[in-house]
């Protein structure tokens, strides 16, 4: 018995065959975070960038986001992204433009909000 052609194979062949090579990259990736990430969510690649480049002044660190947590405000209303020191697990501020605000390593981070009234 004949095997039913996948119709998605052939529309990407006859109509968008410029994607066959995009496509057979990520047909070869096994990492389903990654697929996610770079190919479902190709604007995250910003971020991921930040997340994954090393400080200078420690041995390594990751990006981490925290978000404003307060009903009254909608969740993407206001985050800060700090470092966190993969050895010790601490924190870093870290500036608008991503690096060290300062050398200090700190044990907790909070944002606090209000709402004006």
Do not use: C
């Amino acid at each position: 018995m004949d095997k039913q052609p996948n119709l998605y194979e052939r529309f990407l062949k006859d109509i968008h065959p410029e994607l066959i090579n995009q496509f057979n990259r990520f047909i070869k990736e096994t990492d389903i975070y990654k697929q996610f990430i770079k190919f479902a969510h190709p604007e995250f690649d910003k971020d991921f960038k930040k997340y994954t480049e090393k400080m200078p002044a420690y041995n390594s660190y990751r990006v981490a986001r925290f978000y404003v947590d307060n009903p009254k405000f909608p969740k993407l209303y206001y985050y800060l992204d700090v470092g966190v020191e993969e050895l010790l697990g601490k924190y870093i501020l870290l500036n608008k433009e991503g690096k060290p605000f300062n050398n200090d390593l700190y044990d907790n981070i909070g944002i606090l909000s209000y709402a004006a009234g």
